[in-house]
């Protein structure tokens, strides 16, 4: 079986983050997604989510391209959960390109996908204070 990982926030999920979850999951047989906890996002990216940790979980387990999600609690966890998930592949967008390039060393593929050019959550709210 071939396991591939994503990490993301997920907020306000739209079409875009289910062609990137459509894309990843196509890539193998097993879908993890590492979810950003609500404490993850605050201290380390410095943004605040409309929907809490448990409501983006839920919906992400109602998506059918995922099988299993699991928590993102700091940058550095990466590296043990391609090992503790035996991960072969790691993908995420291309706004990410080259920052995980060291995942490889740990005999894990990395993928950078394009974005859906015209959604982001970032757009969304910013559209939603008009």
Not at 38 to 43: A, I, L, M, P, S
Request: with cysteine.
């Amino acid at each position: 079986m071939k396991r591939v990982i994503t990490y993301g926030t997920f907020d306000l999920l739209h079409y875009g983050h289910i062609n990137l979850l459509r894309r990843v999951k196509s890539m193998g047989d097993y879908l993890i997604v590492g979810l950003s906890t609500d404490e993850f996002n605050w201290n380390e990216k410095h943004k605040k989510c409309y929907f809490d940790y448990e409501k983006r979980k839920q919906l992400l387990e109602a998506v059918r391209y995922v099988d299993l999600v699991i928590r993102e609690e700091s940058w550095n966890q990466k590296r043990s959960d391609v090992h503790k998930y035996h991960a072969d592949v790691f993908a995420i967008g291309d706004d990410w390109e080259g920052k995980f390039d060291f995942l490889e060393e740990e005999g894990c593929e990395v993928v950078y996908l394009p974005r859906t050019p015209e959604i982001s959550t970032t757009q969304i709210k910013k559209d939603l204070k008009r």
